[in-house]
C-alpha cells in the first residue's frame, strides 16, 4: 500500500465519518466537535489501513466498545467489515494471553527482586535492563492495543504506528490549513 | 521479558562496537550489494573475506557524509509502504551512496541473508562492476518483497534470514556466520572466530572463551536467542531510521525514549489539529460544498511540481475537467449520494493541497511513508 494511497482512503473514510457526525449532532460544543473530528480521524486511519495490524484492530475494537462511537464505527466501516474485526479480535484468548504474561513478567520480578537483596553490587545489566523495560511499558500504552505484544511485534506495530499517525497528521494538517485559508479570504 | 532481556545483553555486550555500529548503520546500502555480489561469486570464505575487508575506510567516510547531509525526513519505508517504482528507483540510488532509507528494509532482508555487514566493502574500482548485476538481481527480488503489504508476512520472510544477520559484531564474527549458517555457533557476542564452526572447543584462535563449550550443549537455545535478538534488532534499526535524530544515538534505552517521545508528539499533534479544525467549522460537516467550491476559485498555480504524482492516480480515477469548477463539483457531491461522489472532491482536495503545502510534496510521499 502506497502511502498516498493510505492517505486517499484515511481521507475519504474520514469525510465519511465526519458527515455521519454532523448529521447525528447538530448542535455541538467546540470540544465535542474537536473529539469527533479526532475520533472520526483515528478510525478513519485504523480501517483505512486494514485488519492486518494488531494496532488497527485494537482501535476500532475498542471504539466499537464505546456507546458512543459504536455508531462511527459502523457508518466509517461498513457492516460487512466490523463483523470481521469483531471476529478477528478474540477477547478471551487475548486475555489469558496477557494474564499469564502478567503472571510471568510479575514473578520474574520477584525473583529479581531476591536475588539483587541477596547480593548488594548492582549490576549495569540489571539498570540496563530496568530502563528499557519501563520504556518498553510506556511504548505499550502509547500503542494501542501494545499491551498483549511480546518485544518483537511491538516494534513492528510501533513502526507501522508512526507510519500511519504520520499520514494521518499529514492529511489533517492539509485539511485544517485549507479550511483556514478559505475562511480568511 | 526475555524478549527485551535480550536487548540489554545485547547493549552491554557491544558496548565497544557502538561506534562501528553507527557507521555500519550508514555503510548497510552500499555495502550490502556488493558483498551479496561478492559472496555469490566467491565460495571461499577466506579469500572473499580478505578481499571484503579491503574498503571499510574510505566508502565509510562517504556514506557518513551523505546521510548526514541528507534529508532528515528522508524515511524509510518499510515493507508495507514500498511501490515498485521508488523500489527501483531507490536502488540507484544507493549505489550512488545517497541516503536512501527505503531501500534499506529490502536490504536488511537481502542482507541478512548473506550477513556480511562491516565488512561489506570492496575496492573501489570493483563498485561499478557489481552494480549492474546487483541492481538486475536485486530488482527481481524487490518485486516479491514489494507485493508484500503485510508486515507479519515480512517477518515471516525475513525469519530464517535474520540468524545469520548481526549489525553489530566484528567481521570475524559476520565472515563465521556466513560460513557456517546452518552449523553450530558459539554464545560469545563479541569474539568468534572465523572457524568458529570447528573451534568450539577453542584450539584455533587464542580468544575463544569457554563458553564456547557449553554453547555446544545449549545450542538450539543460543541460536534462537541469537535469531531472536537479531530479529529485534533489525527492527530497532528501522525505527531508529524511521524517528528523527535517533541514528546517532546507541543504546536500546535512549532510542526507545526517542521513539517514545516521537510518538507522543505525532498523537499531540493529531490532537491540536483536531482542534485547529473544530475552531475553523462551525458544523461538523464544515460545509463541504462551499469549501471546495471556493477551493477550486483559489487554485494557485504556484503549485505544480508536487502535483505530478496526484494528477495520474486522479486523472485515472476520474477524467473529468469539471474538476475544477466549483458548481460542477458541488452538484456532483450533493446529487449523486454515492461514495463515489467523494472520489471527486478528495481528489480534488488532494490536489490542491499537494499544490500549496509543502509536505506534501511528491518524493516527501514516496520516501516518507
Known amino acids: 500500500m502506497t502511502p498516498s494511497s493510505f492517505k486517499q482512503e484515511l481521507l475519504k473514510k474520514w469525510v465519511l465519518g465526519l458527515q455521519s457526525c454532523g448529521s447525528m449532532a447538530k448542535e455541538m460544543s467546540f470540544l465535542e466537535r474537536k473529539n469527533a473530528i479526532k475520533l472520526s480521524a483515528d478510525i478513519a486511519m485504523a480501517s483505512a489501513r486494514g485488519g492486518k495490524t494488531r494496532w488497527s484492530r485494537a482501535v476500532i475494537s475498542s471504539a466499537s466498545k464505546r456507546d458512543d462511537s459504536k455508531l462511527l464505527v459502523r457508518n466509517i466501516l461498513g457492516n460487512e467489515f466490523e463483523r470481521l474485526m469483531k471476529a478477528s479480535v478474540g477477547t478471551p484468548s487475548c486475555n489469558k494471553r496477557f494474564m499469564s504474561k502478567k503472571i510471568l513478567r510479575m514473578s520474574r520480578g520477584l525473583r529479581r527482586l531476591r536475588r539483587s537483596t541477596a547480593r548488594r553490587r548492582v549490576q549495569a545489566s540489571s539498570i540496563a535492563k530496568r530502563m528499557v523495560q519501563r520504556r518498553t511499558q510506556v511504548l505499550k500504552s502509547l500503542v494501542p492495543g501494545g499491551e498483549s505484544m511480546d518485544g518483537f511485534s511491538l516494534i513492528e506495530e510501533t513502526l507501522d504506528y508512526i507510519l500511519s499517525l504520520r499520514a494521518q497528521v499529514d492529511v489533517m494538517r492539509c485539511l485544517a490549513d485549507a479550511s483556514e485559508r478559505l475562511k480568511s479570504k | 521479558m526475555e524478549r527485551i532481556s535480550c536487548f540489554d545483553s545485547r547493549s552491554e555486550g557491544c558496548k565497544d562496537d557502538k561506534q562501528e555500529m553507527a557507521e555500519d548503520s550508514f555503510e548497510f546500502g552500499d555495502g550490502i550489494l556488493m558483498t551479496e555480489n561478492l559472496l555469490q561469486e566467491a565460495t571461499v570464505p577466506g579469500s572473499s573475506f580478505t578481499a571484503l575487508l579491503g574498503l571499510p575506510a574510505n566508502q565509510a567516510m562517504e556514506l557518513l557524509q551523505d546521510p548526514l547531509s541528507g534529508k532528515p525526513q528522508t524515511v524509510i519505508a518499510p515493507e508495507m509502504w514500498r511501490d515498485s517504482r521508488s523500489g527501483q528507483e531507490d536502488m540507484r540510488y544507493t549505489f550512488n551512496c545517497s541516503p536512501t532509507f527505503p531501500t534499506d528494509a529490502a536490504l536488511v532482508e537481502r542482507a541478512s541473508k548473506f550477513s556480511v555487514f562491516a565488512a561489506a566493502q570492496n575496492s573501489t574500482d570493483k563498485c561499478p562492476v557489481p552494480s549492474n548485476s546487483n541492481e538486475n538481481s536485486l530488482k527481481p527480488k524487490s518485486e516479491p518483497a514489494d507485493s508484500e503489504s503485510n508486515p507479519s508476512s515480512c517477518l515471516v520472510s525475513s525469519d530464517p534470514a535474520t540468524p545469520s544477520e548481526n549489525q553489530a559484531s566484528t567481521k570475524r564474527k559476520e565472515r563465521e556466520k556466513k560460513v ?190
Open chain 2, 180 to 369: 557456517k549458517v546452518p552449523a553450530k555457533r558459539s554464545k560469545n557476542v563479541e569474539n568468534e572466530s572465523s572457524k568458529a564452526g570447528e573451534a568450539k572447543d577453542g584450539e584455533k584462535l587464542p580468544y575463544v572463551h569457554v563458553r564456547a563449550r557449553r554453547g555446544q550443549a545449549t545450542d538450539s537455545h543460543s541460536l534462537a536467542e541469537r535469531a531472536r535478538r537479531e530479529k529485534i534488532n533489525a527492527r530497532m534499526k528501522l525505527l531508529q531510521e524511521l524517528v528523527p535524530g535517533c541514528s546517532k544515538i546507541s543504546g536500546t534505552a535512549l532510542v526507545l525514549d526517542e521513539i517514545i517521545n516521537h510518538v507522543q508528539s505525532l498523537q499531540r499533534q493529531v490532537e491540536f489539529l483536531s482542534m485547529r479544525l473544530a475552531a475553523v467549522t462551525p458544523r461538523i460537516d464544515f460545509s463541504l460544498d462551499s469549501f471546495f467550491a471556493a477551493e477550486s476559485g483559489c487554485v494557485t498555480p504556484s503549485s505544480c511540481p508536487s502535483t505530478v504524482t496526484f494528477e495520474p492516480l486522479m486523472w485515472q480515477q476520474q477524467q473529468n475537467q469539471p474538476l475544477w469548477e466549483g458548481d460542477v463539483l458541488q452538484r456532483q457531491m450533493w446529487e449523486r449520494d454515492d461514495s463515489h461522489s467523494f472520489l471527486a472532491p478528495e481528489n480534488f482536495l488532494f490536489s490542491y493541497n499537494s499544490a500549496n503545502s509543502v509536505p506534501l510534496s511528491s518524493n516527501h510521499l514516496k520516501m516518507e511513508l
